[in-house]
């Protein structure tokens, strides 16, 4: 206990670091939301005709958008979310800049009846990383 009190800003550094560590995937448990790196990404639109959707607002879409997505900003994601409803049977891949609001987006469409939602694992970023195509 000592050691604790003694210490207690370590203490709560690794509290938080736990926390953080923990989080993301427990996020995804409760949304429902599968996560897909760039490659399962690419497979996924290749092979099963996946669908993607940028989630980015229209000021960030400046680098470009992934061939062929749909435009849905997140700001305005609950209107502009009902132009995917025809592709409820296929799997929808979710982005935005990194990755952490394609989350809460994906939610919302698992919310709604889609089955196969993906969140595209380091959003943009990884894309442009891996030097994909993008169109303007």
Same mark, same amino acid.
């Given at each position: 206990?000592?050691?604790?009190?003694?210490?207690?800003?370590?203490?709560?550094?690794?509290?938080?670091?736990?926390?953080?560590?923990?989080?993301?995937?427990?996020?995804?448990?409760?949304?429902?939301?599968?996560?897909?790196?760039?490659?399962?990404?690419?497979?996924?639109?290749?092979?099963?005709?996946?669908?993607?959707?940028?989630?980015?607002?229209?000021?960030?879409?400046?680098?470009?958008?992934?061939?062929?997505?749909?435009?849905?900003?997140?700001?305005?994601?609950?209107?502009?979310?009902?132009?995917?409803?025809?592709? =409820?049977?296929?799997?929808?891949? +979710? @982005?935005?800049?990194? !990755?952490?609001?394609?989350?809460?987006?994906?939610? /919302? *469409?698992? =919310?709604?009846?889609?089955?196969? +939602? @993906?969140?595209?694992? !380091?959003?943009?970023?990884?894309?442009?990383?891996? /030097? *994909?195509?993008?169109?303007?």
């Amino acid at each position: 206990m000592e050691f604790i009190v003694q210490n207690w800003v370590l203490i709560a550094g690794i509290m938080v670091v736990s926390l953080l560590l923990i989080a993301e995937p427990l996020r995804l448990r409760i949304t429902g939301v599968k996560t897909a790196n760039v490659f399962d990404a690419v497979s996924l639109s290749n092979h099963e005709d996946a669908i993607f959707v940028d989630v980015r607002e229209s000021k960030e879409m400046a680098t470009g958008v992934i061939n062929g997505a749909y435009r849905v900003p997140l700001s305005n994601f609950d209107k502009s979310a009902t132009q995917l409803d025809k592709f =409820k049977d296929k799997p929808i891949i +979710v @982005y935005c800049r990194s !990755g952490n609001r394609s989350i809460g987006a994906g939610g /919302k *469409l698992r =919310k709604k009846g889609f089955d196969r +939602v @993906y969140s595209l694992t !380091g959003g943009i970023l990884a894309w442009e990383k891996e /030097k *994909l195509p993008l169109e303007s």
